[in-house]
C-alpha cells in the first residue's frame, strides 16, 4: 500500500528554521518535496534519489534547504534554514520514477503539511 505522510509544518518567524518529516512507503526511486502558496502553481523545491549525489534543489531554495534521507526508516526530510514569508505554502510529498523537478513527474503524493514564515 502506498502511504506518504508529511510533519513537522508550523508558524515560524523570519530567519527561522523548520524540519519536515516524510514517512514513505514503499521504497520509491525518487521522492521529493514541493510546495504550493495561496494563488500559485506547485512548485518543485527539492528530490532525492536512491543515492546522494541524486539530489538537486530549486534556485529558490538553493543554500537555506536541506533534503535528506534515512534509509532504515524510510523517511524524507527536509531542513529548512533563514525562512522568509516567500517559503509560506503547504509542503507536499511525492513519490515517483523520475529525477525531476516538475510536480507532473510523480504520480503519489502526501496530505501537505502547512508552513507558514511571518515576517
Known amino acids: 500500500q502506498v502511504q506518504l505522510v508529511e510533519s513537522g509544518g508550523g508558524l515560524v518567524q523570519a530567519g527561522g528554521s523548520l524540519r519536515l518529516s516524510c514517512a514513505f512507503t514503499?521504497?520509491?526511486?525518487?521522492v521529493g518535496w514541493f510546495r504550493q502558496a495561496p494563488g500559485k502553481n506547485r512548485e518543485g523545491v527539492a528530490y532525492?534519489?536512491?543515492?546522494?549525489?541524486?539530489?538537486r534543489y530549486a534556485d529558490s531554495v538553493q543554500g537555506r534547504f536541506i533534503v535528506s534521507k534515512d534509509k532504515s526508516k524510510k523517511t524524507l526530510y527536509l531542513e529548512m534554514n533563514n525562512l522568509k514569508p516567500e517559503d509560506t505554502a503547504v509542503y507536499y510529498c511525492a513519490a515517483g520514477p523520475t529525477l525531476s523537478l516538475d510536480p507532473d513527474a510523480f504520480g503519489f503524493w502526501g496530505q501537505g503539511t502547512q508552513v507558514t514564515v511571518s515576517s
Open positions: 532525492m534519489g536512491r543515492v546522494l549525489s541524486e539530489r
Open positions: 514503499p521504497d520509491f526511486r525518487v
